[in-house]
């Protein structure tokens, strides 16, 4: 079982920046990839970011070249740095990892708010 913390969020101005930690503890070895999602009230569950363990990346068209997301494997840990923040950012951001097993082992963490406000 892969326990998945996320860290960081909080208040924003329009323009601003916030980063997002997520860290994996449990068994976490045979992690694939990590993903950020993130959830608004009223909206679909969006998919944000990913990088796999080798550092391929991939980024939702709305948050590219604002968002960047990085890894540090020795840590377990990815992060979202959140740069010209959006008032339509705001929402629960998800830590969601998997293995490649089929089926693939999966996990979610809990969430962090980020709320983007003046």
């Known amino acids: 079982q892969v326990h998945l913390v996320e860290s960081g969020g909080g208040l924003a101005q329009p323009g601003g920046s916030l980063r997002l930690s997520c860290e994996a503890s449990?068994?976490?070895?045979?992690?694939?990839?990590m993903v950020w999602y993130r959830q608004a009230p009223g909206r679909q569950r969006e998919r944000v970011a990913a990088?796999?363990?080798?550092?391929?990346?991939n980024d939702a068209d709305s948050v590219k070249d604002r968002f960047i997301i990085t890894r540090q494997n020795a840590k377990k840990t990815i992060y979202l740095q959140m740069n010209s923040l959006k008032v339509e950012d705001a929402a629960v951001y998800l830590c969601?990892?998997?293995?490649?097993?089929?089926?693939?082992?999966?996990?979610w963490g809990q969430g962090t708010q980020v709320t983007v406000s003046s």
């Open positions: 449990g068994s976490s070895t045979g992690i694939y990839a």
């Open positions: 990088i796999t363990m080798r550092g391929e990346t």
């Open positions: 969601y990892s998997h293995s490649l097993e089929t089926p693939p082992r999966e996990s």
